[in-house]
């Protein structure tokens, strides 16, 4: 069965720092393109980051860039999204997906 478990959520002061990581199991980790997708409650999915199935292929929204970044290690089948410099607007549950799997998402709230 494909499984993505994504962990690494919680609260945040505005201006800090979170790393979330994606455990892969059940596929081809390392053959597959993989997204951080996250959503605001009551408003639809946003896409974050992508990146290709070797790691040296990277995207990002306009809104994250020079703030997160988005890596993988195909060895341990994880997939990290490092969030620096968060703001309450970042508020939300991050996703990872390889776009036929979603993970069950990590909660992210910046506060104070």
């Known amino acids: 069965e494909e499984q993505l478990v994504e962990s690494g959520g919680g609260l945040v002061q505005p201006g800090g720092s979170l790393r979330l990581s994606c455990a892969a199991s059940?596929?081809?980790?390392?053959?597959?393109?993989m997204s951080w997708v996250r959503q605001v409650p009551g408003k639809g999915p946003e896409w974050v980051s992508s990146i290709n199935d070797e790691g040296d292929s990277k995207y990002y929204v306009d809104f994250v860039k020079g703030r997160f970044t988005i890596s993988r290690d195909n060895a341990k089948n994880t997939l990290y999204l490092e969030m620096n410099n968060l703001r309450p607007d970042d508020t939300a549950v991050y996703y990872c997906?390889?776009?036929?799997?979603w993970g069950q998402g990590a909660r992210v709230i910046v506060g104070s």
């Open positions: 059940g596929f081809m980790f390392g053959g597959y393109g």
């Open positions: 997906s390889s776009g036929k799997t």
